[in-house]
């Protein structure tokens, strides 16, 4: 598991539901910080907040690999956590 900066664009909308790109309001950039769980050749799943004891996950968000701009890698060790 690797914590690491995802730098994505997303399509931005400002009411509720799925809509088209057409229908969206444009692109928008996000960063995002946190474990890479898992990645494969569509997606990259990433959490933001992990238990201790690296079983359990929170705030997860997964990102379609065409869409991640930039990965940067950072030190991931939470040994002192415990």
């Known amino acids: ?3 690491e900066l995802i730098v994505w664009q997303d399509t931005v909308s400002y009411h ?3 809509t088209s790109y057409p229908e969206t309001d ?3 950039i996000f960063y995002t910080v946190g474990w890479v ?3 494969n050749g569509e997606y990259l799943t990433i959490y933001s907040s992990i238990s ?3 079983e359990v996950y929170g ?3 997964t990102i379609p690999i065409d ?6 890698p950072l030190q991931g060790d939470i040994n002192w956590l415990m």
């Open 1 to 3: 598991m690797r914590l």
């Open 59 to 61: 705030h997860d968000t």
């Open 37 to 39: 769980t898992e990645e």
């Open 26 to 28: 444009g692109l928008a």
């Open 67 to 72: 869409d991640i701009l930039k990965r940067v």
């Open 16 to 18: 509720p539901g799925w």
């Open 52 to 54: 201790a004891t690296d």
